[in-house]
Structures are given as C-alpha cells and as structure tokens.
Nanobody, 124 residues
Framework: VQLQASGGGLVQTGGSLTLSCKAS?????????TGWFRRAPGKKREFVAA???????TNYGDSAQGRFTISRDIDNTMNLQMNSLEPDDTAVYFC??????????????????WGEGTQVTVSS
C-alpha cells in the first residue's frame, strides 16, 4: 500500500490550499479510514481530519473545524481543502490510512500506512 501526498506550498494568511493523497495497492477497503495529521515545529503530531472510505462520514480536529473540508474522489484520492489559513497552520501534513477503523476515532497509534509529509507554510 502506498499513499502519495501532494499539494503543499506557501500561502499568505487567509489563503487556501488543497492537499491530495492518492492511495494505491489496496484490496479490501470496506472499513478503511483515511485522514490527515500534521506536525508543526516543536509541537506534537496533531489530528486534522478523517473520512470513511465511502466518503459518507467525516471527522475534524478542533483546529480544522469550520475551515477545512475533507473529501474523497472515485479514484481513491482523498482531498483536504484548507481555507482561511493562518500561520499556526504551518506544519508538515501527513496523510494516513487505518485499514479497519472508525472515523470518529482515528488514533495516531492505530495508523497502518503513512504517506510522505507535505509542507504547508502560511506567511503572516
């Protein structure tokens, strides 16, 4: 299984970015959950958002609530639309997959696969 993340970059405060994560090599995805974590310099890894494989259920961390939207495309790509970005959103963002999980709980320790991080930098 591979997760290929893309879409990071530099944006000004108040701007928007969309991150994408394409999954490959999966077989049974019925109970799979995908999502995003982020890690800012000097801080612990933080849950951002998660979505069921069907796309019907979503969950957001406190920092993402109301500003970020997670979605899935039919081609196994997961997207994170980030609006109203702030300097505190600066971090390396990691996409993640839990093979058999629940959207309501997407704990870091239960992640089965990680994508490479993509840097998001928000300038003030």
């Amino acid at each position: 299984v591979q997760l290929q993340a893309s879409g990071g970059g530099l944006v000004q405060t108040g701007g928007s970015l969309t991150l994408s994560c394409k999954a490959s090599g999966l077989t049974d995805t019925t109970s799979s959950v995908t999502g995003w974590f982020r890690r800012a310099p000097g801080k612990k890894r933080e849950f951002v958002a998660a979505i069921s494989w069907s796309g019907h259920a979503t969950n957001y961390g406190d920092s993402a609530q109301g500003r970020f939207t997670i979605s899935r495309d039919i081609d196994n790509t997961m997207n994170l639309q980030m609006n109203s970005l702030e300097p505190d959103d600066t971090a390396v963002y990691f996409c993640a997959l839990e093979r058999d999980g629940l959207v309501a709980t997407f704990p870091f320790n239960d992640i089965d696969y990680w994508g490479e991080g993509t840097q998001v930098t928000v300038s003030s």
